[in-house]
């Protein structure tokens, strides 16, 4: 083999994961070089909310969360129920012992986290169950990034001011409370001091890719975008090399270990299809994850666990064609989700990842939840922002375009959107009679403190509001999600399988892998903790093992 450049690690994929793993095994002093397919930094978790779910991290237990790795476990082993090879009692322990070292690890290196401390676990009633698990990225100067600014990822909109997930469920109630509305007059003007200093300040997901890329920088990663990872090169079942493509020409990078940390294949149509039996119409990931990965590890005969889930949620199509991932709107009084016979049949409130997986189990017994519609009545649209709609603003073009339907009867707004009238009426009805008595009998939206969270600390019972009052507005409800959560088996090291035995110098994070998850969203930040952690696991498992790093000469 004509080798044209030699690294200790080769780490594919410019997510948060594989940031992570890059700057451990840099600093670890293992030459490291990170490719990314894609011609901008970050992938889905620069657009993400850019959350981390990590339990006993010294950060949150500053802010007062009294946690322990026991309890994080407890936690754990209640609500992952999986009994696949993802999700064994070994990669979860390694996830919570290591996952604290990481954050403080991180630390150390110059990244600064902020707590969520009011932000509850998805499951928060159960066993080993907390509030205030999560941190994220303090909000960041991206001209502290030099020449890469200007190719890291962005979403659609750029947020009009830096946000942090941790207060995100301030910003639809800013107008119905002093608390929240203080909440988000302290983020405005957060957000103005930084722009008087004249830097650009971003956060959440983009705002923690580039926290983290400035570490990577600094320990001297090698950084190459637009070069997607064709192959991988074994000689005697071990990972030699890999082989990559850059402008049209392919390369050949020698290396003992590769880190696969790309993401899945939400935006491969034929894969979808495959696995999901959806298209790649309601996906809010990012569009360079193709399944490059799982094509790989189908040809190698790599295990694979979990290829038929996702990381489900409720989503829009706006009126421009733009996906909205829906987390606060459906937790709001004065809303419900029906089908099309105008039945109720999950809880509006719950974790996204469990309603999607409603929305999905629905359509496949009754043919009529693919779309589904969200019903909001005239307080609804008055008191909270829908999107990026604010409270009273429905744009003309969004209802001319067929995004939102508005009728002043709930027969007319049934026949605009093919909803069974009778259903509808007696779904109401019941309701109504639920918001009444402040508890819902049926589904038990409001029961928990993480339906709560998002709800209106007004009402009896904040995630109940009756739908009396018009006029009424529908929109349409599709199974969108975060990113495929299947792929590649790993260990508790992070190393990849293969008939259950490891192939020597392959590790794999993040969404190209088999979720520590299972089925469940743990709590917010569940798809960029166990993609980090297994990460930084990942590359200290590497330094730990590869006891003589290749040559640094290049072979002209």
């Not at 690294?7 to 451990?24: E, S």
């Not at 502290?144 to 659609?156: F, H, M, P, T, V």
């Not at 926290?211 to 001297?220: C, R, S």
Request: net charge negative; with cysteine.
């Amino acid at each position: 083999m004509e080798w044209n450049e030699q690294f200790d690690v080769v780490v594919v994929g410019a997510g948060a994961g594989g940031i992570v793993a890059a700057i451990t095994a840099a600093n670890k002093g293992l030459k490291t070089v990170l490719i990314e397919k894609g011609k901008s930094w970050g992938g889905s978790s620069a657009l993400s909310g850019g959350g981390l779910w990590i339990p006993n991290n010294h950060v949150s237990k500053k802010a007062g969360l009294q946690d322990s790795e026991e309890e994080a476990l407890l936690y754990m082993d209640t609500i992952i129920t999986h009994d696949g090879p993802a999700a064994t009692r070994e990669r979860k322990e390694a996830y919570v012992k290591n996952g604290h070292v990481m954050v403080k690890y991180l630390e150390d290196l110059g990244m600064k986290w902020v707590a969520g401390t009011h932000y509850p676990d998805y499951y928060p009633e159960q066993p080993g169950g907390k509030i205030g698990r999560s941190i994220e990225g303090a909000i960041f100067d991206a001209r502290k990034l030099g020449a890469l600014e200007q190719s890291l990822r962005i979403g659609e909109i750029e947020p009009p001011i830096p946000l942090l997930s941790g207060k995100v469920a301030s910003l639809p109630k800013a107008f119905t409370n002093a608390k929240d509305f203080n909440t988000v007059v302290g983020m405005f003007a957060t957000g103005f001091k930084h722009k008087i200093k004249g830097e650009r300040a971003i956060s959440i997901g983009a705002g923690l890719v580039a926290g983290l890329l400035k570490i990577a920088l600094e320990q001297g990663v090698k950084l190459r975008l637009a070069t997607p990872l064709k192959d991988i090169i074994f000689e005697d079942e071990k990972v030699v090399g890999v082989e990559v493509e850059h402008n049209g020409e392919k390369g050949f990078i020698q290396t003992k270990a590769v880190i696969l940390a790309s993401g899945g294949f939400e935006r491969n149509p034929e894969l979808r299809k495959k696995y999901h039996n959806v298209g790649t119409d309601w996906t809010s990931a990012s569009p360079d994850n193709t399944g490059d990965i799982l094509l790989i590890a189908e040809k190698y005969g790599f295990d694979t666990d979990l290829l038929d889930d996702a990381w489900w949620g409720p989503a829009t199509l706006d009126q421009d064609g733009s996906r909205k991932f829906l987390v606060y709107e459906r937790s709001m009084p004065h809303c419900i989700i029906v089908d099309q016979e105008g039945k109720r049949y999950f809880n509006e409130s719950q974790s996204y990842t469990d309603a999607g997986h409603a929305i999905l189990e629905r359509q496949e017994a009754t043919g009529k939840a693919i779309p589904s519609w969200l019903i909001m009545e005239s307080r609804n649209r008055n008191k909270y922002i829908f999107g990026s709609m604010l409270p009273r603003m429905t744009p003309k073009d969004a209802i001319d375009k067929g995004f939102i339907k508005k009728a002043e009867t709930i027969e007319d707004l049934a026949k605009l959107c093919g909803i069974e009238l009778e259903g509808l009426r007696e779904t109401v009805a019941r309701f109504n009679g639920f918001v009444d008595q402040g508890v819902d009998e049926d589904f038990g939206r409001g029961n928990s403190a993480y339906d709560n969270y998002y709800g209106d600390p007004n009402y009896k019972n904040p995630n109940l509001g009756k739908i009396e009052k018009p006029p009424y507005y529908a929109v349409k409800i599709f199974p969108g999600d975060l990113g495929t959560k299947g792929g590649i088996v790993t260990n508790e090291y992070g190393q990849a399988l293969k008939n259950g035995e490891v192939v020597e110098g392959l590790y794999a994070t993040g969404n190209c892998s088999a979720s520590v998850m299972g089925r469940v969203y743990a709590g917010p930040g569940s798809t960029l903790g166990p993609t980090t952690v297994f990460g930084y696991i990942s590359a200290n498992h590497i330094h730990a093992n590869l006891l003589e790093p290749v040559a640094a000469h290049v072979k002209k």
